[in-house]
């Protein structure tokens, strides 16, 4: 069975101390990774897309990595406004449709 | 307006009332879904709709009933719910349905049940 698992389930940081947020999955044939962020009383918001193996993906202070079984959220030098639930999402092949298996997601408080 | 609006923000209702969550999308997409996340769970797939048709029905309880009637709206159709049914409702929308798509979602409708 496709699964997603999202680890940890919440992290506290001080504002600029490094750290990564980890998704395992299990999925027969990966079509796709997604990295999604979500705000209080907001719906989550797209970040990256990785595809295969040894894929990276930065934006700002996030960089996001892909092995055949796992994917990390890097966070360097984390401030106040990255807080948020990070998401993780699969997609695989054979689907007929846009169907993503999510996590559960790892809440992330980043303090000044 | 941008993006994805989803209407109303929050809703509380009882068992026995029918209501319906609007959503729109001005993206200009093909595609349009219906979420629902609880608490400590994964997001769960309820319906996907491409080019106003139906094309995915994740075994979910005839008391939800899906409307799209056009490509930029969809409608969620409410009746006789219970209250585990209580959780936040999201509605996003992509290019089309194929399976690699970024999702673009809503603010969702924060759901009730009493």
């Known amino acids: 069975e496709d699964q997603v698992t999202q680890s940890p389930e919440a992290l506290r940081l001080q504002e600029g101390e490094s750290s990564s947020l980890n998704c395992s999955y299990t999925v027969s044939g990966l079509r796709g990774l997604f990295w999604y962020r979500q705000d209080p009383g907001k719906g989550p918001e797209f970040l990256f897309t990785l595809y295969s193996a040894g894929e990276e993906k930065e934006k700002e202070r996030l960089k996001a990595t892909l092995t055949k079984k796992e994917s990390f959220l890097h966070i360097t030098a984390p401030k106040p406004e990255d807080s948020a639930t990070y998401l993780c999402a699969v997609v695989r092949y054979g689907g007929a449709t846009n169907k993503l298996i999510f996590g559960t997601g790892t809440l992330l408080a980043v303090q000044p | 307006e941008t993006g994805v609006t989803q209407t109303p923000r929050h809703l509380v209702m009882g068992m026995t009332n029918k209501k319906s969550l609007k959503c729109e999308q001005h993206l200009g997409h093909n595609a349009m879904y219906w979420y629902k996340q609880s608490a400590k769970k994964p997001l769960e797939l309820m319906f996907v709709y491409s080019l106003e048709e139906r094309v995915e029905n994740n075994s979910v309880p005839s008391r939800f009933s899906p409307e799209c009637p056009n490509s930029s709206h969809l409608f969620l159709h409410l009746h006789t719910l219970q209250p585990e049914d209580s959780a936040l409702y999201l509605c996003?929308?992509?290019?089309?349905?194929?399976?690699?798509?970024?999702?673009?979602f809503g603010s969702g409708t924060q759901l009730s049940v009493l």
């Open positions: 996003a929308s992509s290019q089309d349905d194929a399976t690699n798509e970024k999702l673009f």
